[in-house]
């Protein structure tokens, strides 16, 4: 006595066919989806060009050097005590 498990096919195989035959039976869809990859593939190299650059690079040439001005940036820094009348001073602390 069989299971509904062994006769039907697996999730995986179900979701690959439904995609494969929706696919191959597009026509103006294959070429919009072409667009769209192409357009994501350029949007993400722009962005990491523009917004990701190699910053450390510019700050030394070794990895040594590279791992020193991180660990500088991350020391933490001695930080200096509020006087009670900056406590109290609304205006200094931006909230009038």
Known sequence: MGTDLETKPGIVRRV???YRDG????????????II????????????????PDFLSAQSDS??????????RLAPREATPLS???????KYLNCL
Not at 40 to 46: A, P, R, Y
């Open 16 to 18: 690959w066919r439904f």
């Open 63 to 72: 990895d040594e050097g590279k791992a020193e001005y991180v660990r500088g």
């Open 84 to 90: 009670p009348e900056q406590i109290f001073n609304f």
């Open 23 to 34: 696919f191959a039976s597009m026509t103006v869809g294959r070429t919009l989806w072409l």
């Open 37 to 52: 990859g192409i357009k994501l593939v350029i949007f993400f190299l722009i962005i990491k060009w523009v917004f990701f």
